[in-house]
């Protein structure tokens, strides 16, 4: 009797305990944001290296970056986790633009839009509609 008294006691607590372990990786945490030198390392693969440029426009264009990403990173620790305000955001992006277009040529600067986009995070569109709660 006391032989099955501890098996059953272990299999109560055995499924009691295992939705609790199951449940603890079910929401992993975002991925790492990539460093400030690791983002202008991309963008000098994705865009100065795509547009044939000069050594001084390549430069101006990766400060350009190099502030547009430090000013971002503190907007984002500013609102702890939160969507920034979109209107900061492209505040933030027409001033980076306008430093890169007052150096680069119409076509390049045209070239260079184009190749920005591809630098864009890509985001997790949901599939199919909303669910409902």
Do not use: W
């Not at 609790?20 to 983002?39: A, D, G, T, V």
């Not at 890169?100 to 190749?115: D, T």
């Amino acid at each position: 009797m006391r032989k099955y008294s501890h098996t059953i006691l272990l299999f109560i607590l055995v499924l009691t305990f295992s939705p609790l372990f199951s449940q603890i990786n079910q929401h992993p945490l975002p991925p790492k944001q990539p460093s400030i030198q690791e983002r202008l390392e991309m963008i000098d693969n994705k865009i100065c290296n795509q547009l044939e440029i000069t050594f001084e426009q390549k430069t101006a264009i990766k400060n350009a970056f190099r502030v547009f990403f430090t000013d971002m990173d503190q907007m984002m620790r500013n609102v702890n986790g939160a969507s920034p305000d979109k209107a900061k955001i492209e505040k933030l992006e027409n001033s980076r633009d306008e430093k890169i277009k007052n150096i680069l040529s119409p076509a390049l600067y045209f070239r260079y839009i184009k190749f920005e986009k591809t630098t864009r995070p890509k985001r997790n569109k949901p599939k199919g509609p909303a669910p409902s709660k």
